[in-house]
């Protein structure tokens, strides 16, 4: 794809994704317009080699494959994995109160965000809605859009310590504000904005995933626009990446497979989650569809190699302390490759080696990271992805700045490198 084409495609599909459900409805709706079509995991399936195939759980994750040519005895699968997820504030259903004319809703913190970027920020909504229909209960994607909440800072007069290190309260600081109002609320505020949005009765809401998010558009930011500006790039800027790559693979002699993992923020232990069965689940059913016995599934599955790409802690000029200088990646400078002697990152010297190689063959730059020794470091779908199926694995992602943040900064020139290098991987 052309790189203007490519950069537009990419601020869309972030400004497009405020949750891991909106993210999943992106992937599926590119992949059902590129020939991919939609499984039911509780439906019998007939795969056919060369054609391409989808499945989704929980509205949140989504495994896309290509059948091989050749069956995945012969070649193993080649496989990107990353994740639909990002930090945020998950809404309380039903808990709006009113204090004095306020309106106000609880939140709870999903995963890791760095909080205090999300205090006095124009917030809006977005999920997912369990609604009754005539069909039973089916889910609805919500995304409100426009700007609705403010979780406001006490004045600094109010709290004069706050710039020499403040902890939030999360039950009694991060309330949103929805709404200043002297009329009774009878049936909670959000659940009368679901019934107008969706078009329904507020009878008919059972329950709902919501989460706050900030709707300000992805951008792109530098005197060369180099810099690339969003909520959420860790980790839709890997599953832009690998989606792409995807949807432009042509008959493949390996069964290739984007896998888009939800939860990764709270460790990856749901039914959808990179530490399910999920992946497994399906390898298992391929391996079964195309006649293989056990041993043909040990087979491919020794043969197969597992990219984990999520994003890597750029080196911060005003935090240098933070990296060890030796491996302290750069925005723009090409894809990294995460070491960890204790693998909190499941790169091997074979699986770096191989990685190295795709980047060659792509002529793409590419890096090393190491934690700082004396900082505990992060880890992602990989290390658990690895142990759980037992694929020969490598951490990879792209640097960025302030992971976890309401807004986090990423390089342009990186995201073009990494799809040049998962193209390589899937031909
Ligand atoms: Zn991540």
């Known amino acids: 794809m052309e790189k203007k084409k490519f950069t537009d495609d990419f601020l869309r599909f972030l400004s497009n994704s405020p949750t891991a459900f909106q993210a999943t409805y992106q992937i599926k709706e590119t992949l059902v317009n590129n020939g991919f079509i939609l499984l039911k995991e509780t439906d019998k399936w007939n795969l056919i080699k060369g054609n391409k195939y989808f499945i989704i759980r929980n509205d949140s994750s989504i495994i896309a494959f290509v059948m091989g040519e050749k069956i995945p005895t012969e070649t193993g699968y080649k496989m990107i994995g990353a994740h639909t997820d990002s930090p945020s504030l998950k809404l309380k259903p039903d808990t709006e109160k009113k204090d004095k004319?306020?309106?106000?809703?609880?939140?709870?913190?999903?995963?890791?965000?760095?909080?205090?970027?999300?205090?006095?920020?124009?917030?809006?909504?977005?999920?997912?809605?369990?609604?009754?229909?005539?069909?039973?209960?089916?889910?609805?994607?919500?995304?409100?859009?426009?700007?609705?909440?403010?979780?406001?800072?006490?004045?600094?007069?109010?709290?004069?310590?706050?710039?020499?290190?403040?902890?939030?309260?999360?039950?009694?600081?991060?309330?949103?504000?929805?709404?200043?109002?002297?009329?009774?609320?009878?049936?909670?505020?959000?659940?009368?904005?679901?019934?107008?949005?969706?078009?329904?009765?507020?009878?008919?809401?059972?329950?709902?995933?919501?989460?706050?998010?900030?709707?300000?558009?992805?951008?792109?930011?530098?005197?060369?626009?180099?810099?690339?500006?969003?909520?959420?790039?860790?980790?839709?800027?890997?599953?832009?990446?690998?989606?792409?790559?995807?949807?432009?693979?042509?008959?493949?002699?390996?069964?290739?497979?984007?896998?888009?993992?939800?939860?990764?923020?709270?460790?990856?232990?749901?039914?959808?989650?990179?530490?399910?069965?999920?992946l497994k689940d399906l390898l298992l059913r391929i391996n079964c569809l195309f006649n293989g016995n056990m041993e043909d599934y040990a087979i491919s599955i020794g043969k197969s190699f597992l990219i984990s790409a999520d994003m890597a802690h750029a080196y911060h000029p005003s935090y240098v302390e933070k990296h060890d200088p030796a491996y302290a990646p750069e925005i723009n400078k090409g894809p990294v490759i995460k070491m960890s002697a204790n693998y909190k990152y499941a790169t091997t010297a074979e699986t770096s080696a191989y990685f190295e190689n795709l980047c060659h063959k792509a002529e793409v730059p590419f890096q090393k990271m190491i934690n700082k020794s004396d900082l505990p470091s992060g880890s992602t779908i990989g290390p658990m992805s690895s142990a759980r199926l037992s694929i020969k694995t490598v951490d990879i992602g792209n640097a960025m700045w302030a992971m976890h943040s309401i807004r986090e900064t990423g390089g342009i020139e990186d995201q073009v490198y990494i799809y040049k290098v998962f193209r390589e991987f899937f031909q």
């Open 101 to 278: 004319s306020y309106i106000k809703i609880g939140v709870e913190v999903y995963g890791g965000p760095i909080i205090h970027t999300w205090l006095d920020k124009e917030l809006s909504i977005a999920g997912r809605v369990a609604v009754k229909t005539k069909q039973g209960i089916e889910s609805k994607l919500f995304d409100y859009k426009k700007h609705i909440a403010i979780i406001p800072n006490a004045a600094i007069h109010m709290n004069r310590e706050l710039n020499k290190g403040f902890e939030y309260n999360k039950q009694t600081h991060l309330p949103a504000i929805l709404s200043i109002s002297d009329k009774e609320i009878k049936n909670g505020l959000v659940k009368e904005i679901i019934a107008e949005k969706l078009d329904i009765s507020i009878e008919d809401i059972y329950d709902y995933d919501l989460f706050l998010y900030d709707p300000t558009p992805a951008r792109l930011v530098g005197h060369n626009d180099e810099l690339i500006v969003s909520g959420r790039l860790d980790d839709l800027a890997m599953s832009h990446a690998t989606l792409n790559a995807l949807i432009e693979a042509d008959a493949p002699e390996s069964t290739i497979m984007g896998i888009f993992y939800d939860n990764e923020e709270i460790g990856s232990q749901t039914r959808q989650g990179a530490n399910s069965s999920f």
